[in-house]
């Protein structure tokens, strides 16, 4: 065990199941957690655990956050969804202590995860059977509605995940 | 180019026609006009459902004679008041409605931007936008276009200002969506607060579209050929307090108009409040009239084009 992870270790001990998500920019775990929708994840989940480490030291970034869920293999699409907004994330599953790394990619269109900012667009009316749909416009760091083209920049995605 | 290119596709956005198939449906407007009789009653047992969520004169006028003038039997309602809308009936059951009932058109208008792209996934019946809240009315924008070649003989070359409520009319976006498949030089005629929305900008930059954006007509009002008025959306401005500064902004009047070319054509897709005096009906400036009466062949040839008419 090398002497960063010693340290690491003395804050939050390792998960035999779960996922570790590293490499977070310091300071935006709780940003992490909005769009994992952690809080209601745990409600739910009541063997769920979530330890929050931030402002660990790191090589690449200088400071960073971890976020480690244990007991809970966060979904594959909304790894995908956080590496929008955080492109140098590492997702990290972890099955009976044997950890692999998940390679997130930007998905070309995003289903039901994700609120239109156009608050009279149609995928927002409470009793139609619709729903939301953004097209990734991978250059310009932006979805659009597949519904009403309203544009949503990949930085303000956290403020849009749906409950 | 050939007509079957428009069966049974839907009409949701101009974005969805490419240049050549505009330029078929406008030929095809021209000899309508120079026979008007030659397509009545050509789809003659079909059914034309048309559901509008929002009231509206010309648009529901033109679409209902046009169905007439081609034989269709038309159902439907006018504004959502006094439907089942009113008792709180989706959009998707309404079409699924109308569905059973066997239309075998539907031309819709409703207050929620995107509407009208999830209407024509709910059902496989050609689906034609007939505006969707603040976003698009491709129809307009064939109507308009077919105007301004009418009295230019052509698009290509010409300068059209667009004044007026970029931000939430829809009939501004559809324009200069369909305007980005010639060569046209756009100017955007808007205080701040009315802009055109940013996907708008965006997908014109995509395009290589000429544009720019001036805050005040008499700058520009020497330089263009078209003057594409519209009105201030009163009914879409979120915040009323907001309107209060923006209305009244402008007018376009003979004052407005002092250094215009002889040559120009001024359109408004009505209706119109305070923003067109009614002093330029009279002048050769004044094509908003000949623009609404396009409105009706125009239809015409693009429900039978999706029907799949004999001509």
Redesign the interface.
């Known amino acids: 065990m090398s002497k960063r992870e010693a340290g690491e270790e003395m804050l939050v001990r390792k998960i035999e199941q779960g996922t570790v998500i590293d490499h977070i920019p310091d300071w935006k775990a709780e940003t992490v957690a909005k769009v994992l929708r952690l809080d209601k994840l745990a409600r739910m989940q009541a063997d769920v655990s979530v330890a929050i480490l931030q402002n660990v030291k790191s090589q690449s970034l200088g400071r960073k956050d971890i976020v480690k869920i244990d007991r809970w293999q966060v979904d594959e699409r909304d790894a995908d969804i956080l590496s929008l907004v955080f492109p140098g994330i590492s997702v990290n599953y972890v099955n009976e202590w044997k950890v692999s790394k998940y390679q997130a990619r930007v998905p070309d269109v995003i289903e039901g995860r994700i609120r ?1 900012p ?1 608050v ?4 927002n ?1 409470e ?4 729903v939301t749909k953004f097209i990734t416009l991978k250059r ?1 760091r ?1 979805l ?8 949503l920049g990949f930085d303000a995605v956290p403020d849009h995940v749906s409950g | 180019m050939e007509k079957s290119d428009f069966i049974g596709r839907d009409v949701v956005s101009i974005r969805d026609f490419e240049r050549d198939q505009l330029d078929h449906l406008f030929d095809s407007v021209e000899a309508l006009e120079k026979q008007p009789r030659s397509l009545n009653d050509i789809l003659e047992g079909k059914l034309a459902v048309i559901l509008f969520f929002e009231p509206s004169t010309r648009t529901y006028s033109s679409f209902h004679i046009a169905a007439d003038n081609l034989g269709m039997k038309v159902t439907g309602f006018a504004s959502a008041a006094g439907s089942s809308v009113s008792k ?1 009936e ?3 059951d309404t079409i699924r409605m109308f569905e059973g009932y066997g239309a075998d058109l539907f031309v819709i208008r ?6 009208l ?2 209407a024509a996934e709910i059902t496989d019946v050609p689906v034609i936008n007939a505006g ?2 603040s ?1 698009e009315h491709p129809t307009q924008a064939m109507t308009d276009m077919y105007a301004i070649r009418k009295a230019f003989g052509k698009l290509d070359g010409l300068k059209v200002g667009i004044l007026g409520d970029l931000r939430y009319g829809r009939t501004a976006s559809s324009l200069a969506y369909a305007l980005s498949n010639y060569d046209v030089e756009m100017t955007f005629i808007a205080p701040e607060a009315l802009k055109m929305r ?2 708008v900008e ?1 997908y014109l930059e995509q395009r290589g579209a000429t544009t720019k954006s001036e805050t005040d007509l008499k700058n520009v009002v020497g330089d263009l050929d078209v003057l594409y008025v519209t009105r201030i959306q009163k009914e879409r401005i979120p915040d009323p307090t907001e309107f209060e500064k923006v209305k009244g902004l402008y007018q376009v009047n003979l004052e407005a108009l002092a250094r215009a070319k002889p040559s120009l054509k001024v359109l408004h897709p009505m209706p119109r409040v305070d923003e067109l005096a009614a002093e330029l009906d009279a002048t050769n400036y004044a094509h908003y009239f000949v623009q609404a009466a396009a409105g009706l062949p125009l239809r015409m040839v693009l429900m039978n084009f999706m029907l799949g008419g004999a001509s």
Do not use: M
Request: charged share 25%.
């Open positions: 239109c156009e009279s667009c149609i995928s009316a009793r139609e059977p619709v310009e932006l659009q509605c597949h519904y009403c083209d309203t544009l | 709180g989706t959009l998707h409703h207050a929620r931007p995107g509407s792209r999830f969707d809240g976003r940013p996907e965006q």
